[in-house]
């Protein structure tokens, strides 16, 4: 078995009827790659000998009545990949509008935690650019608890290879099985070395908030937690999903990021900045000063800490009160510097290890508190999350069929009902936006102005 850490376990303590804590992706395929021509049989066959090596795919949630620790991973023993892979047809026309409603609808949807956390919708019938070639498109959806942007990415090139007919790789072990008596006692273990771990922590915390308090005093922090201006998708969320996603010229963004000397992640940040300026300037709703954003930092690498999750957080400005996109973006550009320089200071494991103290009571108690009050309108976390996560630049292929694009979407949560993910993906950079329809029921405005955005700053770079 593999206990998961505080920080996964933390993402099934957070979930909810109307907030599930899944990640997806969207990507569209091109079918006719596939050798010896596409049908879902032999599509099925390809990913359960990928599976195969895959252990993660295989795994399930255990625990035990008297565990006082997180839950266990343990092998699904009784593993069917029809419970996890599923076939519809898009209904005419086809186009981007029915694949996002089909979408949205997945999205909304629980995961059985009885068997493995994903699942995977073929989904036939897309239409494409060529009217006489057919496309079609395939859905994942994971659980947080299993995977963050970086160890999902890995997943994903798991499934995906750089030729089309690839072979499957060799078969790899799982984590095996356990016992309620095992998870209970390995548990036991873990709760009675948690004062130790807690007085270990104590310094490092200390020396953060320290660190924090001297750098807010010099001007020298990230955005506060808090700190956000209410918007319309700051507010609770209801288990209802919609999806929109954009596409652009990844060399594009790195014109832009030339002329002006900054990173590709400020870039994406000032696109997003932009749209949201406009979209809430069209409905003379723009707040007054800057909207914040969370941003997944990831840590692989940096934290000898177990778990699946191996990620922190930094509250990033947009400088959504400045009108000059220009302006925006090297204010924005300046703020990320601060901000990855207070958040390296803060360390790399700080939000891991808190999280190994949480408590599923605890978590859901606030959670409830949180969205039951006015809190989540009047005083929000932050805006939305904003997330940047790198691909390769190759073509790809998924079981055969070339990948022409793979738009992620992340959790939204009550206060914050807008994600915002993009992967860049073999020279294109692709947008993934998924909200509640309760809150923004016009996405699509939202997703067609990152090609504005695009123009405005590649305008203003020339």
């Known amino acids: 078995m593999q206990r998961l850490s505080g920080l996964d376990a933390s993402f099934l303590y957070l979930e909810t009827p109307s907030q599930p804590m899944h990640v997806c992706s969207i990507m569209g395929l091109d079918p006719t790659t596939m050798p010896g021509g596409y049908n879902f049989d032999r599509l099925r066959e390809a990913l359960s000998l990928r599976i195969k090596a895959m252990p993660e795919f295989r795994e399930k949630l255990a625990n035990s009545p008297l565990n006082l620790d997180h839950p266990v991973w343990v092998d699904d023993n009784n593993f069917e990949i029809d419970r996890h892979l599923h076939r519809i047809g898009l209904p005419p026309p086809g186009g981007r509008t029915e694949l996002a409603e089909i979408c949205g609808h997945i999205a909304s949807l629980p995961l059985d935690r009885s068997r493995p956390l994903w699942e995977m919708w073929v989904i036939e019938g897309v239409a494409g650019a060529d009217p006489d070639k057919k496309c079609m498109a395939v859905m994942t959806k994971v659980h947080h608890a299993g995977v963050d942007g970086v160890t999902g990415a890995n997943l994903m090139s798991k499934l995906c290879t750089t030729e089309p007919d690839a072979p499957a790789p060799e078969p790899v072990a799982g984590v095996g099985d356990a016992n309620g008596w095992r998870i209970a006692g390995g548990g036991l273990l873990r709760f009675a070395t948690r004062p130790l771990r807690l007085a270990n922590m104590v310094p490092q915390t200390v020396s953060s908030v320290v660190e924090t308090v001297l750098r807010a005093r010099d001007g020298q922090a990230m955005a506060r937690p808090f ?12 288990g209802r999903r919609n999806i929109a996603y954009a596409d652009l010229d990844l060399q594009d963004v790195k014109t832009v990021k030339d002329r002006f000397n900054v990173k590709v992640n400020d870039v994406v940040m000032a696109l997003v900045s932009g749209v949201l300026r406009h979209y809430l300037s069209d409905r003379d709703s723009l707040p ?159 997703a067609d102005e990152f090609t504005v955005g695009m123009e405005e700053l590649l305008a203003a770079a020339r």
Not at 228 to 236: C, E, I, K, L, M
Not at 409 to 433: A, C, E, K, Y
């Open 288 to 446: 007054e000063t800057s909207l914040v954003a969370s941003v997944p930092v990831s840590v692989h690498g940096k934290s000898d800490r177990p778990g699946r999750n191996q990620v922190s957080a930094m509250f990033a400005s947009l400088q959504s009160h400045i009108a000059d996109p220009v302006q925006r973006l090297k204010a924005i550009a300046d703020a990320n510097s601060v901000a990855k320089e207070h958040s390296s200071a803060i360390g790399a494991t700080l939000l891991q290890d808190w999280t190994q103290f949480a408590a599923p009571a605890v978590f859901g108690v606030a959670m409830r508190v949180y969205a039951s009050t006015r809190l989540t309108e009047s005083l929000p976390v932050h805006n939305l999350v904003v997330s940047n996560v790198p691909g390769p630049q190759v073509p790809l292929y998924l079981l055969g069929c070339e990948v022409k694009a793979m738009y992620p979407l992340g959790p939204i949560f009550h206060g914050s009902g807008l994600n915002i993910t993009v992967m860049s993906l073999n020279g294109r950079l692709n947008v993934g936006l998924i909200s509640c329809p309760d809150l923004l029921p016009d996405l699509w405005e939202m």
């Open 227 to 238: 700190s956000a201006p209410r918007t319309v998708f700051n507010a609770s969320v209801t």
